[in-house]
């Protein structure tokens, strides 16, 4: 049962513009949201989080958005960077528990 | 840059070898994890550190060895692996309570 789930296995972008990555959960429990960044042979890093009290939360070129109500969160990327392109891990997680359930992942593509 | 820090960075071990993988933070986090990665696929968790003590085991089969020496320091020891177990491991830090997890930038084993 994937509780998180990221249905955009890759997603390709033209630099300049926006890049939408998107996020569905099942669980209505979760209330805190995290976005990372994976390059090939490194670690997740951590971008971006969100926390079920708000619907927005900007960071520079980052923006997240939750919609509670449809289980739903994006991950806005503007303007796209050639440096964007990596794996894009959705996470989700009950406040103050210590266990991260992810989704899939999409491969952002940025594009010249 | 990522203040949790791995080493090796790369492990070749045969399948009667004991090796272990280290993990050191600086960040005054008091919750620290092992995650395993596969190929295209989403970190799993399989051992949370919380105050020292070990709060989470995920069913991990007993040839992973956990040990938290003191607050900034997680090895995961290894012995009698097996070929399949080859991936890229990962440390990660929180805060106790904390919502946020610091990946680091993992350790590649592979297993001969």
Known sequence: ?112 | DTEVTQTPKHLVMGMTNKKSLKCEQHMGHRAMYWYKQKAKKPPELMFVYSYEKLSINESVPSRFSPECPNSSLLNLHLHALQPEDSALYLCASSQAQGNTIYFGEGSWLTVV
């Open chain 1, 1 to 112: 049962d994937q509780q998180v789930k990221q249905n955009s296995p890759s997603l390709s972008v033209q630099e300049g513009r926006i890049s939408i990555l998107n996020c569905d959960y099942t669980n209505s429990m979760f209330d805190y949201f995290l976005w990372y960044k994976k390059y090939p042979a490194e670690g997740p890093t951590f971008l971006i989080s969100i926390s079920s009290i708000k619907d927005k939360n900007e960071d520079g070129r980052f923006t997240v958005f939750l919609n509670k109500s449809a289980k739903h969160l994006s991950l806005h990327i503007v303007p796209s960077q050639p440096g964007d392109s990596a794996v894009y891990f959705c996470a989700a997680k009950f406040s103050g528990a210590q266990k991260l359930v992810f989704g899939q992942g999409t491969r952002l593509t940025i594009n010249p």
